[in-house]
């Protein structure tokens, strides 16, 4: 079975400050891993993803996360966080066998103060 | 190009009603799937559409549950009778194909709420 978690529910940063949102993911195969947001009213965006390759993968919005093998983790990072940033993240995860099927963590909530 | 679109945006039904939920993929995507958000939890896989066929309903909840997709085109999910614990945020996405380099696309979602 795959599962994602995000240990925190809310994370609070000051604009400009860097930002992490964190998660973890446990798969039977290979991991397949993605950062979607939601932002109020809208449905959910997708931001990055980890496939294979570079551990540490570009996306949109100046968004970036490290995919760490040994520690089945896949950090959401910013340096200088944004107020319009304010949103609510999901990590989520496809495994090898059934590729087509994501398992999201609870989500995020993301607050920037300006 | 339209993205996916789910109507309604908001519902609110009384216990024991029946709703039903719609959603337009992308154009040409095969891959349709439902999901569902309860009470700030995880996003849950419900179920997934090739084309008409169900390939996947094994996170749909109970049997008040029915899924349909017409053709091919667009899908409805239809809850009867409607239960508390069904409150929550039911997307939809689609994608071109299902392996693990074709990204599913996420409409607004509907907001269901029962009362």
């Known amino acids: 079975a795959q599962s994602v978690a995000q240990p925190e529910d809310q994370v609070n940063v000051a604009e400009g400050n860097p930002l992490t949102v964190k998660c973890t993911y446990s798969?039977?195969?290979?991991?397949?891993l993605f950062w979607y947001v939601q932002y109020p009213n809208r449905g959910l965006q997708f931001l990055l993803k980890y496939i294979t390759g570079d551990n540490l993968v570009k996306g949109s919005y100046g968004f970036e996360a490290e995919f760490n093998k040994s520690q089945t983790s896949f950090h959401l990072k910013k340096p200088s966080a944004l107020v319009s940033d304010s949103a609510l993240y999901f990590c989520?995860?496809?495994?090898?066998?059934?590729?087509?099927?994501?398992?999201f963590g609870a989500g995020t909530t993301v607050t920037v103060r300006a | 190009e339209a993205g996916v679109t789910q109507f309604p945006s908001h519902s609110v039904i009384e216990k024991g009603q029946t709703v039903t939920l719609r959603c337009d993929p992308i154009?040409?995507?095969?891959?349709l799937y439902w999901y569902r958000r309860v009470m700030g939890k995880e996003i849950k896989f419900l179920l997934h559409f090739v084309k008409e066929s169900k390939q996947d309903e094994s996170g749909m909840p109970n049997n008040r549950f029915l899924a349909e997709r017409t053709g091919g085109t667009y899908s409805t999910l239809k809850v009867q009778p409607a239960e508390l614990e069904d409150s929550g945020v039911y997307f939809c996405?689609?994608?071109?194909?299902?392996?693990?380099?074709?990204?599913?696309?996420f409409g607004p979602g509907t907001r269901l709420t029962v009362t």
């Open positions: 996405a689609s994608s071109l194909g299902q392996g693990a380099y074709y990204e599913q696309y």
């Open positions: 989520a995860v496809r495994d090898g066998v059934r590729d087509y099927k994501l398992s």
């Open positions: 798969v039977s195969g290979n991991p397949y």
């Open positions: 154009s040409g995507h095969d891959n």
